[in-house]
C-alpha cells in the first residue's frame, strides 16, 4: 500500500514537472495564438448559451465555442487555447479519440467551463463571461490532472469542485477546488488508483476508463471502466466526505447480467441510479438505491440489447421529455430510451444522423423550455442539433459544418481528435 501510494505520488510529480516545460515555452512563442474569431462577435451577446467542445489536437488543444440562438441553432463563434496539448488513444487514428463522454464540461452555477489536455496531463478551467458565453477567460494556469491521460471530468452541483479521471499508465481520480483567482486547487485526500495495468496514452477502448460523475446527491464519486471481455468492466464508487475527500478504496459495481462495457453514465433523476451507455450491448441501468455494493449490480438493475447497434457509447437525459438519448458510433444513430417508475428500460425510438458521420459525444440543453440535443458527428465534422419536441417525436433542426469555420479562422481540426459536448445556458 505504501509503495504503491508513493510510487503514484512520484508519478503525479514527475508528470506535473514534464507538462510544465512545454508550457512555458509555448506560452513564450509568437506564433501561436490563444484566441480565434469565427463569426460575427455583436451578434454572439444576443445568445442563449453556448455548446463547448474540443479540438484535442496533440499540437496544442483549443476549446471552440458556438453561441446557441432563442431557437436553438448554432453559430461558431470562438476558439480559445486551453495552453495544453490533446492526444489520441492506441491504436488507430479513429474519431473518440480519448474513448470517453467528458472531456470538457460545463456548470452553470460555477460560471465556469473545464477541460482535459490529454497531452499534457494537464486541466484548464475558464470563467465564461455571462453577456456572451462564447467568450472564455483562462482562470490561472493548467494544473497537474493527478495522472497521466486525463479524460473526464465531473463538476459538483455547486460548481465549486472538479474531479478528473486519468486514463493513462497512472490511473484514477483526483479532485480539485475552484477558486475565482487561482484557478484549480488540488484537494487533499482526493488522488485515488482505478489500478488498472494501462498504458499512456491509454490503450482501448476496451479495458480503458470512460466517464467521471457525482451521484445525485453528491455523495459518491463514480467513474466507469470497460471490460476486457470475457471479463465485464465496473462502475468504481467512492464515498464523499463533507470536506470533499474520497474514501480510501472504491466499491466495484459490474453491471447486471449481459453488460460488458459500461461507457458513459446519466444519472436517472430521483432514484438514485445510473444509465451506463455499453458499447458491446446498449445499456445498462445500476440501480444504487440500496448502496454500491461490491459485485454485480443488483436491486432492479438490468441490462438492455439495442438491436443492430454498433457501439452505443455517449448519454444525455432530456427533462423536458423525461427520456434518455444515446449516440452510437458505429450506427450514427440517435436511440430515444424511456426508463420507467421501476427502472425498466425500453427503446423509444431511433433517429438516423447521416451514415458514416460517427456520432460521439452529446449534450441536451433547455432553452426556454425547450429542449435540444447537440451530438458531435466527428467523422464528417459537424454537429446535428435534435429538437427533442416530445417523446418519439425528435426531429432535426440543423448541421452545422465545423471543418469549414476552422479552416477559415486558422484552427486546426480533425475527425479523429474532435471530443466532447457540453453546453451552457445564461441564468
Ligand atoms: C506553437 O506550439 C507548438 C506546440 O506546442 C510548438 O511546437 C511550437 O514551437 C510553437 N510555436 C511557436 C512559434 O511558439
Ligand atoms: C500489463 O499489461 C501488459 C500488456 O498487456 C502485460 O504484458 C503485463 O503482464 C501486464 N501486467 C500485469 C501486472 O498484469
Ligand atoms: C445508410 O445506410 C443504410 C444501410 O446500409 C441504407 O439503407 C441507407 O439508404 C443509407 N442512408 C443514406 C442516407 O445513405
Ligand atoms: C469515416 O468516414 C470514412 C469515409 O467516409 C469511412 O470510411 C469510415 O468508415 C468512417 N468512420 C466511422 C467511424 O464512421
Redesign the pocket.
Known sequence: MQLTFSSVLLSVLLASAVSAAPLQSRAKGKGNKTKMMMGNQAAAQAASGAVYFISNEPTGNFIVAAGIANDGKLTLRQATSSEGLGDHGQPGN???PLFTQGAIKASAAGNIVATVNAGSNTLSVFNIDPKNPTNLKMIGKPVGSGGEFPVSLAINKAGNTVCAVNGGAVNGVACFKVDKKKGLVPMANTVRSLKLNQTTPATGPAGSVSHVLFSEDNKQLIASVKGVPPTPGILAVWDVAKDGSLSKDFKAVQPAKGGLLPFSMTVIPGKNAILATDAGLGVDVFDLSAGAAPGIAAGKSSALKIDGQGATCWSSFSPQTGNFYVTD??T?LVTEINIDNNLKPKVVKQYAQG????TIDNDIASVRGKDFMYVLA???TQIKVVTLNAPGKATALQTLDLAGPAKAAGLKIS?ANLQGMTSFIKK
Request: aromatic residues 0%.
Open positions: 479513429s474519431p473518440d458510433i458505429g450514427s451514415n458514416n458521420t460517427a466527428a467523422n464528417s475527425a
